[in-house]
């Protein structure tokens, strides 16, 4: 079992950034691709980057590449997004999830541990 919990979420004018992170508890993390999905009202959980266990492959979504970087420190059992020029549309409950399988960082059902999500709120 592994327990992740998101932090660094918060509220922040348009063109600003944020840098979220996800700490884990439990088995080791370096076990475990992870991902950022984002949650906005009244839509379906998105999938927004992930990272596999050794950080040497990583994943984002269209409309945050270029703007958002996923890293992790496998030493601090962290994994963090860095988000910048953020957009109004990205505000929205980012989660932190965990993958046992050696593929498919972007498959939201293939992974197996989720946190309880933090708020990013992109005024414009």
């Known amino acids: 079992q592994v327990q992740l919990v998101e932090s660094g979420g918060g509220l922040v004018q348009a063109g600003g950034s944020l840098r979220l992170s996800c700490a884990a508890s439990g088995r080791t993390f370096s076990n475990y691709g992870t991902g950022w999905f984002r949650q906005a009202p009244g839509k379906e959980r998105e999938f927004v980057a992930g990272i596999s266990r050794s950080g040497g492959a990583t994943d984002y979504a269209d409309s945050v590449k270029g703007r958002f970087t996923i890293s992790r420190d496998n030493a601090k059992n962290t994994v963090y997004l860095q988000m910048n020029s953020l957009k109004p549309e990205a505000t929205a409950v980012y989660y932190c999830?965990?993958?046992?399988?050696?593929?498919?960082?972007?498959?939201?059902?293939?992974?197996?541990?989720w946190g309880q999500g933090t708020q990013v709120t992109v005024s414009s």
């Open positions: 999830a965990g993958l046992t399988k050696s593929a498919g960082l972007a498959s939201r059902s293939l992974y197996d541990y």
